[in-house]
DNA sequence: ACGTGTCAAGTGCTGAACAATTGAGCAGTC
DNA sequence: GACTGCTCAATTGTTCAGCACTTGACACGT
């Protein structure tokens, strides 16, 4: 199990993509217990390495470390979603509002992810459309032009979509948001971003309240039994 | 009865804050290179149990890992600091004016805090000055009610202080910022939000021109030589 | 049902080993 | 002397085996 290509990068974090995409994707839906064992080896991996991949993506909140009982994929809990929520509101509304035309590199990212966005829902691909979603405004973030708000902007937008990936698996319309995102890439565009800022507001209430609602609803489901 | 209520964090862990509060003291200034072995005999633990600790100070920015070449204690730049007083901006102020009179464990904190930097400056301890000041900020934050902004905020500020204990070291005067926390304070308790909110805007941009001003000296001096 | 004791499984951590990479010193060549 | 390439020790990256300790489940006796 030989990787040909020359790794730059270390096998602890190599391991901790995968179980970040793995996570990410709804393969490993919240509760799953991870044993050190059976990971190292299903992975070709040492245990020290697994140990070494599950600190980096429990200190990114997606793994919970309980001492003695290993790790598990961690819950989004409705308080864990207003949490983001704010922080979202917080950050992408002063992020477009600083956005500047002359920022063409953000602006084409923004078309391409919007383009993938609408190319998904064309084809009726809800995973593949949350991920795009959920680029396009991690891609607002960058007109504030601070790495570490994007990067913390990104991790919180991973642990969210941890929790829209399985409640968009079951529901197949997504809100009826799909208009939104153009009309936000083109009042951006043509930078009125006061009317923007409000649009996004919206958008994230919107989103939010949707998002909370169906996770009600599933822990409704799961407590009936 | 729980007396022995000692192991409940890991070694691991221990080992990253001891590392952490040598950093943030300045007993390990920027550039320092951290040798597995060494530090690994000096603090009585295996060479795996010191690498996990450097993973977690390396995602919370105090260490930088360069591949093969080991970790080192970050190096602070002027564009870190922008990068940091822009995000304490587009935090504190709403965190401010989010602030209701009901959230008395808080108010009672920033009072402690504040007496605790007062009596450090009639001490001359600039070392502990400087811990109270950013203290009392990552208070504020508080009042956001976030977890995730305030352990977000606290990071920024552990880097952040970093690189000021090593300024305010050589540099006796903190600027005559002493009367601006009392100021804030009692803004606050007054219930005067908006009027708090500029004074805090201006506070940090004072803060931020003082470090920026004496990290370029620094520099200056560095590379004369 | 209710403690309680036992036990396998799994984590936390150690110590030793080996492979891979780096940087420095050293040689040789032009 | 500057450049190139070589060797080599030091250090990191990773694996492996093993032991102490915790935990949860199961079985036991009352």
């Known amino acids: 199990m030989e990787l040909a290509e020359i790794t730059r990068i270390s096998v602890a974090d190599q391991v901790a993509s995968i179980l970040r995409q793995r996570i990410l994707n709804g393969e490993l839906p919240p509760g799953t ?17 697994v140990r070494e ?13 309980s001492a003695h009982r290993g790790v598990s994929v961690a819950h989004l809990s409705l308080k864990d979603v207003a949490e983001i929520y704010q922080v979202r509101r917080l950050l992408e509304i ?3 509002l600083a956005a500047k035309p002359d920022s063409t590199e953000v602006f084409s990212e923004l078309r391409g992810s919007l383009e993938g ?7 009726v691909d809800w995973v593949r ?10 891609l607002l973030i960058r007109f504030l032009r601070n790495r570490r708000l994007e990067s913390f902007y990104q991790k919180l937008i991973g642990e969210l979509r941890m929790g829209m990936v399985l409640v968009d698996r079951k529901h197949d319309d997504p809100g009826g948001l799909v208009p939104v995102h153009r009309r936000i ?16 507001a919206q958008h994230l209430h ?11 609803q599933q822990a409704l489901q799961e407590s009936r039994k």
Do not use: W
Request: aromatic fraction near 6%.
């Open 117 to 123: 966005y609408e190319r998904a829902v064309d084809e």
């Open 129 to 138: 459309a949350v991920r795009f979603d959920l680029q396009f405004h991690t």
């Open 94 to 96: 002063p992020a477009v």
């Open 206 to 216: 919107d989103s939010e309240s949707r998002l909370t609602q169906i996770m009600g």
């Open 33 to 49: 217990a991870l044993q050190e064992i059976s990971t190292a080896a299903s992975l070709g991996v040492s245990r020290n390495t």
């Open 185 to 200: 890439y083109e009042l951006l565009t043509a930078g009125e971003l006061a009317e923007c800022a409000r649009l996004i």
């Open 53 to 65: 991949a599950t600190r980096i993506l429990s200190l990114e909140g997606l793994l919970k470390r």
